[in-house]
């Protein structure tokens, strides 16, 4: 994820921080410093805070390892202002596989929770209002929000775990596909139900929460049903095999002509030395324009080496690697030489004409998965 700086390296696993969870951090020394007039209070928040992360981080390695042991890696975890993100490979294959990988994180809550009961931790005192709850002491607090972590996480509605729970029990039952429609579907009217709570003023924090239950389970739907139409077509299907590349020493004037003459926006090219094309976007070709007008070098402007997949690969999988390495476009080859070029637009035609057709799909697992 791009603006994190990497802070560890746990069973393998990269943990990153997004720099906003720093102006988190910032943010609570400074508020509880001004509200008590005593700097210890906000460093005493501001731990507080660092702890509930590192619960966040236990919670998202429990995701990690269960994965593991079904053969999935996960790329990285990522702490954000709103929690934490593990990004797996791929879901396991058997909803059995993916009901305990989605289990797991939940899991590791009860046991902390468990943990700090064993050591005489007390519940904090009025644990329904939250002004209590603020004030409670480290300890206390620490449990209280772990039990609260669980029993949000175990909402059956995406993206938290329990969406996935109810798609894997549906989908011993259901193609993979129309389980997580179903279940799409089951979390959005409970996002409404939150939404009627937040307006009608009892809790306003619903609404951002229905925000964010809605949106999270038609994207997930979405990405399923992407998934499941492009379960075993190759990428040769979906390449571009009419395309225009760049020499060495051609200008961003040429650039300019292509783009103006045709559709193509990104446009390969042959770095002297580099057997790997690199690619000159269209933004860069704009800035490359205002920088050094129409008699600049292409390759100046061209830093990014295109990706390489192979065109009998599958469209599916490549489609993750397009939008995990945020790149315009692949470089598509066969027996070593380029063939074509792959672009999210081209995959995205693709599956409106595969729609048109009424061609069946399988309701497949595979691509990344982001789990929280």
């Known amino acids: 994820m791009s603006w994190s700086w990497k802070l560890a390296r746990v069973a393998g696993i990269p943990i990153y921080v997004h720099w906003t969870f720093l102006i988190l951090i910032a943010w609570l020394v400074i508020a509880g410093t001004l509200e008590n007039n005593n700097v210890s209070q906000g460093i005493s928040e501001a731990a507080f805070v660092l702890a509930l992360f590192g619960c966040v981080v236990l919670h998202e390695l429990g995701h990690a390892l269960t994965a593991r042991r079904f053969g999935v890696k996960t790329s990285d975890i990522t702490l954000l202002p709103i929690g934490g993100v593990a990004r797996l490979e791929r879901m396991p294959e058997k909803p059995s596989q993916e009901l305990l990988v989605a289990l797991a994180g939940p899991a590791v809550n009860v046991v902390i929770v468990a943990l700090l009961l064993i ?74 139900g939150f939404g009627l709570l937040g307006l009608s003023g009892q809790a306003p924090i619903l609404l951002f929460i229905a925000i964010f239950v809605w949106i999270g389970a038609e994207a997930e739907a979405q990405q399923v049903a992407e998934r499941a139409a492009l379960k075993g077509v ?139």
Request: aromatic share 6%; hydrophobic share 45%; charged share 20%.
């Open 119 to 192: 050591f005489d931790v007390p519940l904090p005192a009025g644990v329904g209002a939250s002004q209590e709850l603020v004030h409670a002491g480290f300890w206390p607090k620490l449990l209280m929000v772990n039990v609260f972590l669980a029993a949000f996480n175990l909402l059956p509605a995406f993206p938290m775990d329990g969406g996935r729970v109810l798609r894997a029990l549906l989908a011993m039952r259901l193609p993979y596909a129309r389980a997580t429609r179903l279940a799409a579907n089951i979390g959005q009217m409970m996002a409404i």
């Open 234 to 372: 190759s990428i040769r299907d979906a390449m571009i095999t009419e395309f225009h590349t760049l020499d060495a020493d051609d200008t961003l004037g040429r650039a300019a002509d292509l783009l103006l003459a045709g559709t193509q926006q990104d446009f390969p090219i042959a770095v002297d030395g580099d057997p790997v094309l690199h690619v000159l976007t269209r933004a860069d070709l704009m800035s490359g324009l205002s920088q050094r007008g129409r008699d600049g070098l292409a390759r100046d402007f061209a830093p990014s080496a295109l990706p390489t997949v192979e065109s009998s690969g599958s469209l599916s999988e490549s489609l993750t690697l397009l939008r995990s390495r945020n790149t315009p476009c692949l470089q598509v080859v066969d027996r070593g030489q380029v063939v074509g070029l792959l672009t999210l637009e081209n995959v995205g035609e693709l599956l409106m004409v595969r729609a048109a057709l009424g061609e069946p799909q399988d309701g497949s697992v595979e691509g990344g998965e982001t789990i929280y």
